[in-house]
């Protein structure tokens, strides 16, 4: 059991349509995705009594249904202002993601001293494809310094958690 799990799921899409720019780019993503059924499966494997999970546009009323069936209620929809983003079919550019913070009851608590001093609305320009913004981790660090953590679907280490995920060598604390 981890007190917070934060989980990135690899949701099921694939890239926009050839470009000029770019034409010999695939449409396949350049990392294995997988299902809902398997999202849901892997995350019912990690028993936790908050759960902050990523979700784009495409996918953010079933990643809050897949946290309902594991009996999460919705506490916040945070906003990651990726301060540029993709424009598919060259309409609106899609600039942010999702961070959903999900909780078991009883919520637990917060450091005391980080009570109302972020706003849902983090900004961190985006770096690389599905990396996900430092500021996040910090975040969550700094709400829950002494509880126990883990990432799902991770593509590092970072020191104090536990990693899952197959881009990692090794599933540590």
């Given at each position: 059991m981890y007190d917070v799990i934060y989980a990135d799921p690899p949701w099921k899409q694939t890239k926009g349509g050839k470009r000029n720019v770019r034409k010999n780019q695939g449409r396949e993503l350049?990392?294995?995705?997988?299902?809902?059924g398997e999202i849901e499966k892997i995350l019912k494997g990690f028993d936790g009594q908050t759960l902050f999970m990523?979700?784009?546009d495409?996918?953010?009323i079933e990643a809050h249904e897949i946290a309902n069936r594991l009996g999460y209620k919705l506490h916040a929809r945070l906003i990651w202002d990726k301060q540029n983003g993709v424009a598919?079919?060259?309409t609106v550019r899609y600039s942010h993601e999702y961070l959903l913070?999900?909780?078991?009851?009883?919520m637990a608590k917060i450091a005391k001293d980080m009570r109302g001093k972020l706003t849902t609305v983090m900004r961190e320009k985006a770096t690389k494809h599905s990396k996900k913004p430092e500021?996040?981790?910090?975040?969550?660090?700094r709400f829950y310094p002494q509880e126990t953590k883990v990432e799902l679907f991770a593509r590092n280490t970072r020191e104090g958690w536990d990693s899952w995920g197959n881009e990692i060598t090794a599933n540590t604390r």
């Open positions: 350049d990392y294995p995705v997988i299902s809902l990523w979700a784009i495409k996918y953010l598919p079919a060259f913070w999900f909780y078991k009851s009883p500021c996040a981790y910090r975040m969550i660090e």
